[in-house]
Structure formats: structure tokens, C-alpha cells
């Protein structure tokens, strides 16, 4: 047992070469996001590069929610940014016409939900 910590430690650090193949990963589910996002953005009306702006992307994303701009002040508050985060997940699904089951995809596996919602059939509808 010792001895699968310490391969699985080893592979931690990249000294037995995971560190590159892990840094291609990072950056290739990075670059998945970005491009989920912003597929997103452009399905909801919005420009798609505010998808890589920081903090105004938060405001573009409340905006797509359907919450309040002011709502971005809530993030900066400790564990009531998590709820809050999850609040908003949940409001972007419902106005892409999925239910809160999915919204809560988004808020914890949202490398798996992110581009089902940018990539997949689904529609906006500002009025949901």
C-alpha cells in the first residue's frame, strides 16, 4: 500500500514525467472551457470574448442568469460565494431549459456540463 502512495506521489510531482502530460491536460481542458463558455455567451446573445475577461465575465454570466449585477459583491464573501455560485448555476440551466439537477452539474463538474450546455441543441430563453 505504501508503495502506491509513493508512485501516486511521484506522478504528483512530474519526476517520473507526468509533469508535462499533466500541464498538456490542464491546458487542453483549459482551452475546452474557455471555448464552452463562450459558446455559451454567444448562444445567450452576448459577446463570447467576455468569456475571458475576468470579473466582467462574472457580470455577463449574472447577467445571463437573470440576476443582479450587484450579486458580483456576494462572490467575495467566503462560503456564501459557493451558495451563491450555485444559485446561479441553477438559473443558467433553467434559462437554457434544463432543470436544477443539471444547474448543480454546472456548479461542481462544469468541465463535463459546460459543454453540453455550449455545444448541445439546447436554447436560450431570456424569459425562463
Known amino acids: 500500500m505504501n508503495a502506491l502512495f509513493a508512485h501516486i506521489s511521484l506522478l504528483a510531482d512530474g519526476s517520473e514525467g507526468g509533469g508535462i502530460g499533466g500541464m498538456i491536460f490542464s491546458l487542453l481542458i483549459a482551452v475546452a472551457m474557455i471555448a464552452s463558455i463562450w459558446k455559451v455567451f454567444t448562444k445567450a446573445g452576448e459577446p463570447g470574448w467576455a468569456a475571458i475577461i475576468p ?46 439537477g443539471f444547474g448543480l452539474g454546472l456548479a461542481f463538474l462544469p468541465f463535463i456540463f459546460y459543454p453540453m450546455l455550449g455545444f448541445g441543441s439546447s436554447a436560450y430563453n431570456a424569459n425562463a
Open 55 to 100: 470579473i466582467y465575465n462574472i457580470l455577463v454570466l449574472l447577467k445571463i442568469a437573470g440576476k443582479p449585477a450587484w450579486w458580483i459583491i456576494l462572490y467575495l464573501i467566503p462560503f456564501v460565494n459557493f451558495i451563491i455560485s450555485i444559485l446561479v448555476m441553477i438559473s443558467l440551466a433553467n434559462k437554457f431549459g434544463k432543470g436544477a
